[in-house]
Structures are given as structure tokens and as C-alpha cells.
T-cell receptor, first 114, second 114 residues
Framework: KAGVTQTPRYLIKTRGQQVTLSCSPISGHRSVSWYQQTPGQGLQFLFEYFSETQRNKGNFPGRFSGRQFSNSRSEMNVSTLELGDSALYLC?????????????FGPGTRLTVL | AQSVTQLGSHVSVSEGALVLLRCNYSSSVPPYLFWYVQYPNQGLQLLLKYTSAATLVKGINGFEAEFKKSETSFHLTKPSAHMSDAAEYFCAVSAGGNNRKLIWGLGTSLAVNP
């Protein structure tokens, strides 16, 4: 079974631009979560989607948004990029939201904002 | 509210020595606890999880962790370190209820010296 895939793996943008990251969960997984990982802050939860609905949201500004499609694929968008948005963005999928079953992580998208 | 504290952002051991990575949690409800490992340039992989069954949990790659309610701890151990264990290790706690976000520690970087 294929794992969680994220595209692109690396991205370089400049301040003020916007970016869209994509995540394809493991087949059969309906929940997708997004995390921002930075050396100083560790893993910060962005949001979780299940059946195309946002189920949980972290403490990030409105510049960070996401959506989930009917095939469970998810996209994350960041508008008006700031230098501090440089990070590794991780996507994780699991079978169902609201349970404690395992999250499976993708390799991440490394975003650099210049 | 839940929180996780990982004591020691960097731990260094010799090959063959005991590995001990510390994790303390705070939770107002019975917690579910997880240890994940992240190898360079990869996503996170579940090592083991505690979900209110046996307090001593065995995971992959020879790791195990013991849930100690009285000490609010879930320390990760391995009897004999291998060079391939060098990675970042994250402890996480899950809240109760239907929307169970994972709350993450800041991670511990493990170095294994020959």
C-alpha cells in the first residue's frame, strides 16, 4: 500500500507570495492533518480534515487555510508569505478522525521563504 | 488541557549503551501516549503507543516505554543503542473525546557515537 505522499518536496518562495501544498493520504484513510515543523517550535498543529470538513484547527492566522476533496486528498494554502513561514510542512493521514489510531506521516514539504 | 515535556533536547550515547529519552505529560483525562521517530529528511514514524492497556509497551526497533501514572511519565528506552537509532524522537499525548488532537513535545535529538 502506498504511503502518504506530499508534493512538492521542496519549495522556494518570496515574501508576499502565496503557496499551495498537496497531500495524498493512504488509500482508505479519510482524515488528513497538517503540521508545521520548525527547529524552535517543534510540531505545531495546523488543522485536520475529515470527509471534506475541518474538524480541528490550531492557533495559526487566517493566512493558513486548507481543504479536502472527495477523494480525501488535501491541500494547504498559505497566502502573503512571511519569512517566519519557512518550515517543514507535514501531512498525516489516519483511517478515522476522533479515534486514537495511528497517524501516518508523509515526508513533508520544505518551504523556504526569502 | 494536555501538555508534553521532553527533558533534554539533545541526548548523546555510545553505541551499545542504554538509551533513555524522557517524556512527562499533563492530562486532565486518562491519556493516550505516543512516541514517534523522525529520521533525517523523512516524516515521522510511530514507534509505540500506550492506550490504557499494558503499562509496559513494546515498539519497533527494540524500543519500549513504560507508562507511570504516579510520575506522569512515559519514558522511552532501548537496552543497547545502534548507530541507526540516531534520529529525532517525539513524544505526544492525545486528549479524550471525539476530537482527539495530538499534543506534541519539542523533540529530543539522539546522537549515537561509535
Amino acid at each position: 500500500k502506498a504511503g502518504v505522499t506530499q508534493t512538492p518536496r521542496y519549495l522556494i518562495k518570496t515574501r508576499g507570495q502565496q503557496v499551495t501544498l498537496s497531500c495524498s493520504p493512504i488509500s482508505g484513510h479519510r482524515s488528513v492533518s497538517w503540521y508545521q515543523q520548525t527547529p524552535g517550535q517543534g510540531l505545531q498543529f495546523l488543522f485536520e480534515y475529515f470527509s471534506e470538513t475541518q474538524r480541528n484547527k490550531g492557533n495559526f492566522p487566517g493566512r493558513f487555510s486548507g481543504r479536502q476533496f472527495s477523494n480525501s486528498r488535501s491541500e494547504m494554502n498559505v497566502s502573503t508569505l512571511e519569512l517566519g513561514d519557512s518550515a517543514l510542512y507535514l501531512c498525516a493521514s489516519r483511517v478515522l478522525a476522533g479515534t486514537n489510531n495511528e497517524q501516518f506521516f508523509g515526508p513533508g514539504t520544505r518551504l523556504t521563504v526569502l | 488541557a494536555q501538555s508534553v515535556t521532553q527533558l533534554g533536547s539533545h541526548v548523546s550515547v555510545s553505541e551499545g549503551a542504554l538509551v533513555l529519552l524522557r517524556c512527562n505529560y499533563s492530562s486532565s483525562v486518562p491519556p493516550y501516549l505516543f512516541w514517534y521517530v523522525q529520521y533525517p529528511n523523512q516524516g515521522l514514524q510511530l514507534l509505540l503507543k500506550y492506550t490504557s492497556a499494558a503499562t509496559l509497551v513494546k515498539g519497533i526497533n527494540g524500543f519500549e516505554a513504560e507508562f507511570k501514572k504516579s510520575e506522569t511519565s512515559f519514558h522511552l528506552t532501548k537496552p543497547s543503542a545502534h548507530m541507526s537509532d540516531a534520529a529525532e524522537y517525539f513524544c505526544a499525548v492525545s486528549a479524550g473525546g471525539n476530537n482527539r488532537k495530538l499534543i506534541w513535545g519539542l523533540g529530543t535529538s539522539l546522537a549515537v557515537n561509535p
